[in-house]
């Protein structure tokens, strides 16, 4: 058993000089994080080898180096990289999920290549994955990946994380194939996220695109539980820490101190991008200079921006903008001795890096979005000696974890430039405190910790999804339930109505029984050693026009009204409705203010619909009426029951628990089976002896032993045990 990552771009740079080949392994944090793993005995990162290798006889030999470094390449043609990367990725997610929806292109072109792309990774891993392997799949390049991999191999262990931020779902649906994407990302067991934003972003798109339902951070698709979770990305804060004695570091940082000498350095790194930030930062630097003079020779920004994507027209803009607004404060500002805006568009050795952590009395990082950002807790893990402040913008990941640095508003100017003036006069002790609580994250919160509790997690998932399938009464057990059925004398089976015999309708006098119901507990009844009982919710009136003239027990309204199949209806003695006078008025004001939610009266209950309201609203009105009513219920002897987009409140001795135990008193059984959907059907569920079979319907939370999906799979059961004696 092994585990395959997979990301757009191995971790690895090939370059070619005098005809030879030179493999370097990149340094990213992902690839660090990720080196515990892919290095470890068989397994294996799968990637884009980053160049483009027409023949294949130049192909195979690339792939026979790689393989024993433990990569895997997927070669793209120009065309695929255009197209796929360039394209789809990079000039249609990338916007939309860093909230700059008017820089997107929606092309059809670009669509279909990500697609095929997606597949040609998916026929890749299929060449090197074995039964039981586990797959970990990176970024937003791939979110197709999951689910065609899924599609092949359903019992397969597949992991999915989005370095990039995901969108609200208001700009998640613009994009012309959502509900595509979001099937497929749903392939995966686990989704990880940066941050619990991105999470709940994800969880609403999925819950308003696809025909899905989710319970807090668990989604349920196609019969598979899959977790949506934060798993903020850590770095190898050692590396930065031992990183800032070495011997180049100490050297860069010895040739700096010579040209800031008495200047504060204020340190920015960004790869070239415009969700970055960098023109609003330069603009505040602007307004520092100008608003405050005495800072002329006393600061200096130095800003790297690294090179990405200039071929693309929105990118080369910005490359423009900032030369010309750099160039702009430095003509205006500068004297003979200093230069305000010390500005490189390239990159720098890993060792400059550290040596401009280790200098800037500030690191500037003001993105409009970030995922992360590992720039801000590279510059936290390098300030060994607890000093310098970091000024964060709240857009980035990042600011959730440290919350010691000075966190702005990107889009704030004034802000920006108010945090710098603090940041430079921050006292000694203040930076102390701040930066040695934002270190004890940044090396708790390590890379190590991050790849460590995901795959700890995954595990878990794939254990819960195993414990449900173990719980699912699915073709082994019903056999074993028919066997015991078919063995037995006197049986009583008791059957909730919605969710459990008829699927939920939006109108609920809809949900009436069709021929097919009617036939199954037909069958049923016609065995004399059955007896069925229907416990619902619903009033005894439409249960009695249902079911009245069938040799079936009825009990209504939670088992307020009672009656066997030859007898009348009775009431439970004792019930009063006084209450109602005081609740319904509440209720009213909820409906009047809640469009699409209505009441129901019932002899001994008050119910409050909102399956037809808004999604959201509904469940935020549900809360709110909660909250009034839970203390106006309390001294009445009312108990509130939140149901299946209902509220019901209702007197506490009505219970389906007790009525149910009163029918199984009065006679002696052998077979006890009792289905229901909700919670009211708990306290069915509770009462009943050990050896009867319960069945929850749609979840494996509950005190019954068994599941099943819907009610299509109890039909079925039903079904098939009405046939047991025929055969
Ligand atoms: C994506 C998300 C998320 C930068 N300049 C040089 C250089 N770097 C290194 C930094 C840092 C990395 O590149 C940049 O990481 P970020 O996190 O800041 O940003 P993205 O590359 O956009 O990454 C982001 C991340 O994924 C992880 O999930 O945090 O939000 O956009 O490690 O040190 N390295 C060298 N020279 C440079 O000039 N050697």
């Known amino acids: 058993m092994k585990t395959i990552i997979v990301s757009n771009r191995l971790p690895v740079k090939i370059t070619e000089a005098n005809g030879e080949m030179e493999f370097r392994q990149s340094e990213g944090g992902l690839a660090t994080g990720l080196g515990s793993i892919y290095r470890q005995g068989n397994n294996m990162w799968l990637g884009w080898p980053g160049i483009e290798v027409t023949s294949?006889?130049?192909?195979?030999k690339i792939t026979e180096k790689l393989y024993k470094m433990n990569l895997y390449p997927v070669y793209l043609t120009q065309d695929e990289i255009?197209?796929?990367y360039e394209g789809f990725s990079n000039e249609t997610l990338w916007p939309v999920f860093h909230y700059h929806p008017t820089y997107a292109r929606y092309e059809q072109s670009y669509w279909d290549s990500y697609a095929e792309v997606n597949n040609k990774f998916k026929e890749a891993i299929f060449k090197i994955a074995e039964p039981g392997d586990k797959i970990w799949i990176h970024d937003y390049q791939l979110l197709l990946l999951p689910g065609l991999i899924r599609a092949e191999h359903p019992d397969i262990t597949i992991g999915f994380f989005l370095h990039i931020p995901f969108p609200s779902y208001e700009l998640f649906r613009l994009i012309p194939w959502r509900a595509e994407i979001l099937e497929n990302m749903l392939g995966a067991d686990l989704l990880g996220f940066h941050t619990f934003d991105d999470v709940r972003h994800f969880i609403s798109s999925v819950t308003r695109i696809l025909p899905v339902h989710s319970s807090a951070n668990?989604?349920?698709?196609?019969?598979?539980?899959?977790?949506?979770e934060p798993f903020p990305m850590g770095i190898d804060n050692k590396k930065f820490?031992?990183?800032t004695t070495t011997n180049e570091v100490l050297i860069n940082i010895a040739n700096l101190r010579e040209s800031f000498q008495n200047v504060k350095m204020i340190l920015s790194i960004d790869r070239l991008d415009y969700s970055k930030g960098i023109l609003q930062r330069l603009q505040a630097f602007d307004m520092l200079l100008q608003k405050n003079p005495e800072y002329i020779e006393k600061v200096a920004l130095y800003m790297i921006v690294v090179p990405s994507r200039d071929t693309v027209q929105q990118y080369k803009d910005l490359r423009d903008e900032i030369d010309k607004l750099v160039g702009n404060i430095n003509s205006r500002c500068r004297t003979l001795n200093w230069i305000p805006v010390h500005y490189y568009y390239r990159s720098f050795p890993v060792e400059m890096l550290s040596a401009l952590y280790s200098m800037a009395e500030v690191c500037l990082i003001s993105p409009m979005r970030d995922g992360m950002n590992l720039v801000s807790k590279e510059y936290v893990a390098s300030r060994t000696n607890n000093t310098g402040v970091l000024i964060l913008s709240e857009m980035a990941g990042a600011a959730k974890e440290l919350i010691d640095a000075l966190i702005v508003n990107p889009n704030n100017i004034g802000e920006v430039y108010r945090a710098v003036i603090q940041a430079l006069n921050m006292r000694p002790d203040e930076?102390?405190?701040?930066?040695?609580a934002m270190r004890e994250v940044v090396a708790k919160f390590n890379v190590k910790h991050w790849v460590k509790i995901y795959m700890d997690r995954l595990e878990e998932v794939k254990r819960l999804q195993q414990s449900m399938?173990?719980?699912?009464?699915?073709?082994?057990?019903q056999t074993y339930i028919e066997n015991e059925y078919s063995q037995a004398a006197r049986r009583i089976i008791f059957l909730d109505y919605d969710g459990t015999l008829v699927g939920f309708k939006t109108n609920i006098e809809m949900a009436f029984p069709d021929e097919d119901l009617y036939d199954i507990l037909n069958m049923l009844t016609l065995d004399p050693a059955n007896h069925i009982v229907i416990v619902s919710g619903r009033k005894y009136q439409t249960l009695e026009d249902w079911f009245g003239r069938m040799p079936i027990d009825i009990i209504a309204e939670h088992g307020a009204w009672q009656k066997h199949s030859n007898g009348e209806w009775i009431k439970l003695p004792g019930l009063y409705n006084?209450?109602?006078?005081?609740?319904?008025?509440?209720?009213?004001?909820?409906?009047?203010?809640t469009p699409g939610s209505f009441i129901e009266e019932k002899s001994y209950s008050l119910v409050w619909h909102f399956r037809k309201v808004e999604d959201g609203l509904g469940e935020l009105r549900a809360n709110e009426l909660m909250s009034t009513l839970r203390f106006v219920i309390t001294d009445k002897g009312l108990q509130m029951l939140p149901g299946s987009k209902v509220i019901e409140i209702k007197n506490a001795e009505v219970n389906k628990g007790k009525v149910a135990l009163s029918w199984l008193e009065s006679n002696d059984y052998d077979y006890i089976m009792a289905l229901g959907d909700d919670h009211t059907d708990e306290d069915m569920f509770k009462?009943?002896?050990?050896?009867?079979?319960?069945?929850?319907?749609?979840?494996?939370?509950?005190?019954?032993?068994?599941?099943?999906?819907?009610?299509?799979?109890?039909?079925?059961?039903l079904r098939s045990l009405a046939l047991v004696n025929k055969v």
């Open 56 to 60: 294949t006889e130049h192909q195979d």
């Open 578 to 593: 006084q209450w109602k006078q005081e609740i319904m008025p509440i209720l009213e004001t909820f409906v009047d203010r």
């Open 218 to 228: 668990e989604i349920t698709y196609n019969n598979r539980q899959v977790m949506a």
């Open 241 to 243: 820490e031992s990183l």
């Open 82 to 84: 255009n197209l796929y």
């Open 431 to 436: 930076q102390q405190r701040r930066m040695q």
């Open 469 to 477: 399938l173990a719980k699912h009464a699915g073709p082994e057990m």
């Open 687 to 717: 009462v009943m002896p050990a050896s009867a079979f319960t069945i929850k319907i749609g979840s494996n939370i509950s005190a019954a032993h068994f599941f099943l999906r819907d009610f299509r799979e109890v039909r079925g059961l």
